[in-house]
């Protein structure tokens, strides 16, 4: 018999009201690990209801309060880190170099959280007019709600949750429903590092939960990170109900190698950022763009490099690359496969039928590689999502910038050269909202902030960092006079400072 899976509301587990469950699987085997609860509209207002009662509590705790809880926090992360790895590979698939290095990330956001007290000072102007002192402060939005993707169950949740807390917000939090084991694990250390019951609420579940979150009179703002289409649909829904919403979407991440460039680092790179986590990152390289006339040889070294790659069981410490995360996640992208063939691109290494080091029922897909893609190819226009890297060629830095710069997507890219000139240039006029140089893959540390351009963000607020304190607070101004009892009048003009 399977696991369940339930709930985490007001502090502990809570099955729900719903019948209704999904299956959580094993992607390295096949099978059914577990079944997770699946939120009615009834447990969405449970969640609302705990997080609104402890508000009021969380709010009014002080500075050093929550800051001391998010350092407990902090290191309960740092010593469980390995069992938390354990359990991102065991739902998701990735190996598990790969599940701690995401957790590291995630380490990194909260620890700049546990700076809120830099954060959320306010400006002062003393005597801003005679006798009057001006002033502001930041304050939290209320019941926040966070929804996050399958591909980083552990990392993305944490862009959010501490900066959320750490101003005084209140969360409930909607994991992915094909892998929410880690989401229940940060709840449960969050409890015991002294984190109040109610201010963090874990609800599983489907559209019903979400549109319930997006919908609900009592949330104030949505954090999303997902496909575009979702990320659009949250956005949309969420501010017509009148939140705040930041919504990061997809991508198709180009990574540009001009002629100067060391192509046994370029090679090296864009295997690796296309081929880590199988692909099943908003930040994986889909994209190479050789330009002439390096391509012949850059295609031979990255398919070279391909072919070593060992595919198998994220748990084995043999395995680089483990499996996709459910099986009609492994067809669609397998579909892509076929139809890069079929629209005349030339496929150089096929991951389909790959060798591998675990078991036959695994979700597996191998490394691919296809060369001379054009950009109305699916392969080219489409966020797949998995292992498939397609080369396209340009004739010059114009042309390449071009082609980046008309993607609908705008998330991230990267450019390998020498020229520091170029370099330069590039970075100035590519229209993404991060850039790698020489970095494939230039996910911003913790003290600075992650997010796309066009397509690929839905809002102005780009996620943790800076920018996530400023998200999840509004600033309100005092306008603050301390009169002479001796002074008075009425004065029906209109203020001024004098």
């Known amino acids: ?208 939960a979400v549109d319930g979150l997006l919908e609900h009179r009592d949330v104030k703002a949505i954090s999303f990170v997902g496909s575009t289409p979702i990320a659009k649909y949250v956005y949309e829904t969420g501010t017509r109900h009148g939140k705040r919403v930041q919504a990061l979407g997809g991508a198709k991440n180009h990574m540009v190698v001009l002629p100067d460039a060391d192509l046994d680092l370029a090679a090296d790179a864009a295997v690796s950022a296309g081929f880590g986590s199988a692909g099943e990152r908003c930040m994986a390289v889909s994209v190479v763009v050789a330009v002439d006339p390096v391509g012949d040889e850059l295609v031979a070294k990255i398919a070279e490099r391909i072919t070593r790659l060992r595919v198998g069981d994220g748990r084995r410490p043999t395995s680089e690359m483990g499996p996709l995360v459910t099986a009609a996640h492994h067809e669609r992208v397998e579909s892509y496969v076929e139809a890069g063939v079929e629209a005349g691109a030339r496929l150089v290494v096929d991951g389909r039928g790959v060798e591998v080091d675990g078991e036959d029922g695994g979700f597996w897909l191998g490394p691919t590689l296809f060369d001379h893609v054009t950009p109305e190819m699916s392969v080219y226009t489409d966020e797949i999502f998995g292992p498939v890297l397609s080369v396209t060629r340009a004739e010059g830095y114009d042309a390449a910038l071009e082609l980046v710069n008309a993607n609908a997507y705008g998330n991230g890219t990267a450019i390998f050269t020498n020229d520091g000139r170029a370099a330069r240039r590039f970075q100035n006029e590519v229209e993404v909202g991060m850039v790698g140089v020489n970095v494939p893959i230039p996910v911003p540390v913790g003290y600075y902030s992650f997010g796309g351009w066009k397509d690929s963000l839905f809002g102005d607020t780009h996620a943790y960092g800076p920018e996530g304190f400023h998200f999840f607070t509004r600033t309100k101004v005092v306008t603050s006079r301390w009169p002479d009892p001796s002074q008075g009048g009425v004065n029906l003009g209109f203020p001024r400072n004098s």
């Open 1 to 208: 018999m399977a696991d369940r899976i339930t709930h985490w509301i007001d502090g502990k587990p809570f099955e729900g009201v719903s019948e209704r469950s999904g299956d959580v699987f094993d992607p390295a085997t096949g099978q059914v690990r577990a079944k997770v609860a699946f939120a009615a509209q009834e447990d969405v207002d449970t969640a609302v209801a705990a997080a609104s009662r402890a508000l009021p509590g969380w709010r009014g705790t002080s500075l050093a309060g929550r800051t001391r809880v998010l350092f407990a926090f902090r290191e309960l992360l740092s010593a469980r880190r390995d069992e938390l790895a354990k359990i991102v590979t065991s739902e998701h698939g990735k190996v598990e170099s790969d599940a701690a290095g995401e957790i590291a990330r995630a380490i990194e956001n909260v620890e700049f959280a546990c700076g809120a007290a830099q954060m959320l000072k306010g400006g002062f102007s003393e005597n801003a007019s005679t006798g009057v002192d001006v002033y502001s402060i930041a304050q939290p939005l209320g019941v926040v709600g966070v929804i996050s993707p399958f591909n980083f169950p552990a990392m993305v949740p944490l862009w959010f949750v501490p900066n959320a807390l750490a101003c005084g917000n209140t969360v409930v939090l909607k994991p992915s429903e094909k892998d929410p084991s880690a989401a229940v694990f940060i709840a449960e250390l969050f409890a015991e590092a002294g984190l109040p019951d109610g201010v963090l609420n874990v609800l599983h579940g489907d559209k019903v």
